[in-house]
């Protein structure tokens, strides 16, 4: 009794203030607490959009794929949503009997290259997969071992029976199941890495600690810019990385370093990178990739190599809350904040596995 006393005592009644409580939960990484607060908040308010998308996020985190990808839909009812129906009807994950479909480019290019893996499914019942997808990605998507055709973002759309953004890809598939997320992009003979399951002598390693500058969009400056903030190493960490293992060679795959700002004894390929394609030829020659969340992470994983994904606290979009490991990639290894803005644990976590797999103690700078 006291229970169900207390259950009613918590409920929301204040549908905005409800909100806010649960968006502050989960910016603090009190994920339980916070979908439950969600969940209080749509049986007073049932179309909130924000309100069920992230839930749905909340629900991804901890592995609920079916109501998790259900909710996440809720993104296409935002009103800044570009996925206005019209040109053609949305996909609702009927049968296509051999008809064209449009799978539209959506959100970053590490999620675009993360949601890839989905397409296999629709090339066998489609007559015609057309991806649309950014420039800089269009080399990297050539090499998916797919029957797809590729289709620059931006451009007039094309002729297609149906249109689909691709995160919804895997709730109009049906995807429940955490071995349906397991199945990596099915790359060409060129890309193709057979699954590395344990690190053993590492001498190339491959580094992003920051991910890419704002976009020219002024209305998503200040968020995008707040988001890389919050994610970005410090260069001094990376600095000490390479001091301390200097007989290993540290590559920087990091876009937009003017050469002056690169720390010493790195050696830089972020700007001899035009594409993905390109990149993706350059990381495999790594035999260890350490990132933050950023595409090179998600594009090294797909390849199967040893990657160290480094996330903040609470985790960013798509990633688990807690544990080492995600279904999305089984080479990749995750080292979280414990503390926000701390990265002193995820630090001595890499310090630790470079001194074991380099052979040297990397106690002392060299």
Known sequence: MEAEQLALDSAPSDPEAAFQQAL??????QNAEAER????LLKLAPNWVAAHFNLGVLLLARGAWHEGFQQLEWRLQKPSSRFKVGHRPRWQGQKLSGQRILIQAEYGYGDMIQFWRFLPRLCEQAGEVILELPRALQPLAAQLDLPLTLHPEGAPLPACEYLLPLLSLPHRLGVSLTAELAVLPPWKSA???SLVSSLETVKQVGLVWQGRQASDDASQKAAYRELQRRKALPVDVVQAWVAAFSSTTFSAFQPGIAPGDLPPGLIDLGSQLGDFAQTAEHLLQMDLVISVDSAVAHLAASLGLPTCLLLPEPAPWIWPSRGIETPWYPSLRIFRQVLPADWTVPNAEIVKLLAQTTGT??????
């Open 37 to 40: 607060v969600y969940r209080e």
């Open 191 to 193: 890309f193709a890495r």
């Open 24 to 29: 502050s939960l989960q910016q603090a990484g």
């Open 361 to 366: 103690n990397g106690l002392q700078p060299a």
